[in-house]
């Protein structure tokens, strides 16, 4: 993805964007570094999402915007079987199995303001979560 990403970023004109691999856990960005920070279908993969969530929270700026698309799929037993069969076939595995509320007062209790969140409903439920610092 990040070569893909690198390659249409060269054909484009855009000259303030830099696509990066880092450990979500300890960022090497400064404090308030950033406007926009996007984890794109990553918190429900960790086994501590709150400690990243709190490192976007450390490199954004005051009034930055978080966007966070998740699944959800603690919505219910059947959501959480598929999401179990999903991973013993692919080996991807959902390590969060929480409800769309339950990541919304992830959110909220980490200190972020709600501006936007959208259910897309699917086979699963994503998330996706616009919020300010």
């Known amino acids: 993805m990040l070569r893909i990403a690198n390659e249409k970023l060269k054909k484009s004109e855009i000259k303030n964007i830099d696509f990066q691999i880092q ?11 950033f406007d926009i920070v996007i984890a794109s279908n990553l918190l429900h ?25 998740t699944l959800c799929v603690g ?16 080996g991807f595995n959902v390590v969060n199995k929480w409800s769309y509320n339950d990541f919304m007062t992830i959110l909220t209790n980490s200190g972020f303001i709600i501006q936007k969140s959208i259910k897309i409903k699917g086979k699963l439920l994503t998330a996706y979560v616009v919020v300010k610092k």
């Open 75 to 90: 919505e219910n037993a059947k959501s959480k079987m598929i999401a179990k069969i999903i991973g013993f076939i692919s």
């Open 45 to 69: 993969l960790l086994y501590e999402p709150e400690k990243p969530v709190k490192e976007i929270k450390r490199v954004l700026k005051e009034n930055g915007i978080f966007i966070v698309p």
């Open 23 to 33: 450990d979500s856990y300890k960022l090497s960005f400064d404090d308030n570094s």
